[in-house]
């Protein structure tokens, strides 16, 4: 079992940053993928980013020169740093793995991250 605690969100104004953390704990081993996601009220969850257990990451357009994820294997932790937010950027953003071996997934609990204009 793995557990996925997210946390740093909060409201911003537009044009602001956010720094969000997934702490990863239990039976986890360089995941295959970790990544963020986001859904909107009354939206479908989308994908924000990812990064493999190679490092190689993945962006949404909506988040290509904005947001960076990175991760620090030692503590078992991604971020998403997310600078010049926007309102459209206004979501429940969820923590997601990939385990390796058995490719079980895994959610966090999710944060919100509101945008004001």
């Known amino acids: 079992q793995v557990q996925l605690v997210e946390s740093g969100g909060g409201l911003v104004q537009a044009g602001g940053s956010l720094r969000l953390s997934c702490a990863a704990s239990?039976?986890?081993?360089?995941?295959?993928?970790m990544a963020w996601y986001r859904q909107a009220p009354g939206e479908q969850r989308e994908l924000v980013a990812s990064i493999s257990s190679t490092g190689s990451t993945n962006y949404a357009d909506s988040a290509k020169g904005r947001f960076t994820i990175s991760r620090d294997r030692a503590k078992n932790t991604v971020y998403l740093q997310m600078n010049s937010l926007k309102p459209e950027d206004t979501a429940v953003y969820y923590c997601?793995?990939?385990?390796?071996?058995?490719?079980?997934?895994?959610w966090g609990q999710g944060t919100q991250v509101t945008v004001s204009s």
């Open positions: 997601y793995c990939l385990q390796q071996i058995t490719l079980y997934e895994y």
């Open positions: 239990g039976s986890i081993f360089n995941p295959l993928r």
